[in-house]
């Protein structure tokens, strides 16, 4: 089996690098590619000033066909090296993004959600003859619609958004300041993209000592968050000043302790806990009266783990949603029990045998 080379950029062409890559080795993958922008002649600011925009030689092609072939030979190696439980990620313009998402699909890829980049401080439109363009998308696939598992730390992107569920269109400013990196004035790449858009695509599918590959890594930005987040990246670049700069961002970056780069684990990856283990621990004792956090509602616990209300008997979860008359009911946050003349939470007695089978 071929050697990973972890942490390290590689230099050379896309497709040729990723060909020396072994076979479903890649957990995660995020590409930038070049975007095909089109551009017939110079963007100028109304002072007349000239717009720094994308005219770089690695975003020029002949024709639509020329970038759809090249498009379909990286996207096929990088199915190749992507674990069958991996994730692959797209970001382009409109110039771009939809001839990526038709090859994507023809490759056999499975969408799962197309995120909107929303930029706070968006590049005007100086010519004021169309709207502003101020989002860009990324694509965001399994490898196949078959795939069972892949990873999404749904609960850490929660936590993240204050305890609300995360949407799939992300309001987060371009990369200026000090995070932008320049030779001698200018911006030293023209489509940098911000370490924070990278930190939430790296931290909502991605785990710790996972491997993060960038085909088309630029200077550095996917390598020096998965490496401060405990990841392992690969860096595919073809421009040696751009390698340079990324090898130099990547040495002065910090891998940040374990404890600071723990997320907030799944539900579902948290053991089973039933409530028949709460009672037969003794930690709610047969005859405890439960009731809800307004105490509309009643019941008391029985030595095999139900709980009975009024006419019903039956589980925490079965009961709940009866007397509320809902189709159903999480038993666990529902129902509180009194101690020392404070509603306590049953869940809280959950936690606690949960800690004690992961200690």
């Known amino acids: 089996m071929k050697k990973m080379p972890l942490n390290r950029v590689l230099r050379g062409e896309c497709v040729d690098v990723l060909k020396q890559l072994p076979d479903s080795s890649v957990d995660l993958i995020f590409a930038d590619p070049p975007y095909n922008l089109q551009l017939n002649s110079d963007l100028h600011r109304p002072d007349n000033s000239k717009v720094d925009g994308v005219d770089d030689a690695w ?6 066909d020329a970038y759809d072939s090249f498009t379909r030979a990286w996207l096929t190696e990088a199915k190749r090296v992507l674990k069958d439980d991996g994730g692959l990620w797209v970001i382009g313009s409109y110039h771009n993004i939809f001839r990526v998402g038709a090859i994507l699909q023809d490759l056999g890829f499975w969408i799962l959600n197309d995120v909107v980049w929303r930029k706070i401080n968006p590049m005007p439109n100086f010519r004021g003859t169309r709207f502003t363009n101020a989002h860009e998308t990324m694509i965001w696939c399994a490898k196949s619609e078959h795939q069972k598992k ?8 929660k ?14 400013p371009i990369c200026t300041g000090k995070e932008r990196l320049k030779n001698h004035g200018e911006k030293a790449h023209a489509t940098q993209k911000p370490e924070s858009l990278l930190h939430r695509v790296i931290l909502s599918t991605s785990n710790k000592g996972d491997v993060v590959l960038d085909p088309f890594f630029g200077t550095g930005t996917t390598g020096v968050v998965a490496k401060r987040l405990g990841r392992n990246y690969i860096g595919i670049e073809r421009e040696p000043d751009y390698v340079d700069l990324a090898i130099r961002r990547l040495k002065n970056t910090r891998v940040l302790a374990d404890e600071d780069i723990a997320i907030t684990p799944s539900k579902k990856s948290q053991p089973r806990v039933p409530f028949g283990t709460v009672v037969e621990r003794g930690l709610l004792r047969p005859g405890t009266v439960l009731c809800d956090q307004k105490k509309r509602h009643r019941a008391r616990v029985r030595a095999d783990g139900s709980i009975v209300a009024q006419d019903r008997t039956g589980s925490i979860h079965q009961v709940g949603a009866h007397v509320q008359g809902a189709p159903a009911c999480n038993g666990w946050t529902f129902w509180h029990f009194e101690e020392k003349g404070n509603l306590v939470s049953i869940d809280l007695l959950r936690q606690q045998i949960r800690a004690e089978m992961v200690a």
Do not use: G
């Not at 936590?159 to 987060?172: A, E, H, P, T």
């Open 59 to 64: 975003d020029q092609f002949a024709s639509f």
């Open 150 to 157: 892949y990873t999404f730390n749904y609960e850490a992107m």
């Open 159 to 172: 936590v993240m958004n204050d305890d609300v569920q995360m949407r799939s269109d992300w309001l987060l």
